[in-house]
T-cell receptor, first 114, second 113 residues
Framework: AQSVTQLDSQVPVFEEAPVELRCNYS??????LFWYVQYPNQGLQLLLK??????LVKGINGFEAEFNKSQTSFHLRKPSVHISDTAEYFC????????????FGSGTKLNVKP | ETGVTQSPTHLIKTRGQQVTLRCSSQ?????VSWYQQALGQGPQFIFQ???????GRGNFPPRFSGLQFPNYSSELNVNALELDDSALYLC????????????FGEGSWLTVV
């Protein structure tokens, strides 16, 4: 079975500071990894995904994530956050044989302060 | 713009009633999954349909059922509504044979009172 753990439920950070949102997963098979962002009262927007290849993945809005197989982690980073990055971020995994079935973490609320 | 449209966007139902939520996907999206996102939680997989057949189910009771139609639209039906069914319901569709391009709708907010 697959599971996703987002270690921080809330992350406060000041504008222009760097941020890291942590995600660990467990799976007995190879998985694909994703980060989604959800703004208040909206659906999910894909930030980035790891399917294979380079372990450093770049996404939209200046976000990037690094896949670490040995630590089963896929942490999301941004070197300098903006107020507009305030949102909830979800890490998710899917299996290669059914990529449309996601297992989501419980989410991390990023609160960017001026 | 994901090309996935869900309706209604918001609705209020009474405990014990039945509800139907709808999702309209892009042409060629023959795989659709439904998720329930309770307040303050991550989305939970309800079930998936592929070519109009159920193709996997999460830990949800049988009163959660679905349909997928040839025109790439789908429905989520919930019978005997309970207060805990209050949540955002998300539809996600993709063309199964072009992997990993998955599109989420904006969701339907269901409140059960």
């Amino acid at each position: 079975a697959q599971s996703v753990t987002q270690l921080d439920s809330q992350v406060p950070v000041f504008e222009e500071a760097p941020v890291e949102l942590r995600c660990n997963y467990s799976s007995s098979v190879s998985v694909y990894l994703f980060w989604y962002v959800q703004y208040p009262n909206q659906g999910l927007q894909l930030l980035l995904k790891y399917l294979s290849g380079s372990t450093l993945v770049k996404g939209i809005n200046g976000f990037e994530a690094e896949f670490n197989k040995s630590q089963t982690s896929f942490h999301l980073r941004k070197p300098s956050v903006h107020i507009s990055d305030t949102a909830e971020y979800f890490c998710a995994v899917s299996k290669a044989d059914n990529f449309n079935k996601f297992y989501f973490g419980s989410g991390t609320k990023l609160n960017v302060k001026p | 713009e994901t090309g996935v449209t869900q309706s209604p966007t918001h609705l209020i139902k009474t405990r014990g009633q039945q509800v139907t939520l709808r999702c309209s996907s892009q042409s060629g999206h023959n795989t659709v999954s439904w998720y329930q996102q309770a307040l303050g939680q991550g989305p939970q997989f309800i079930f998936q349909y592929y070519r109009e057949e159920e193709n996997g189910r999460g830990n949800f009771p049988p009163r959660f059922s679905g349909l997928q139609f040839p025109n790439y639209s789908s429905e989520l039906n919930v019978n005997a509504l309970e207060l805990d069914d209050s949540a955002l319901y998300l539809c996600a569709s993709s063309p199964r044979d072009r992997g990993n391009t998955i599109y989420f709708g904006e969701g339907s907010w269901l409140t059960v009172v």
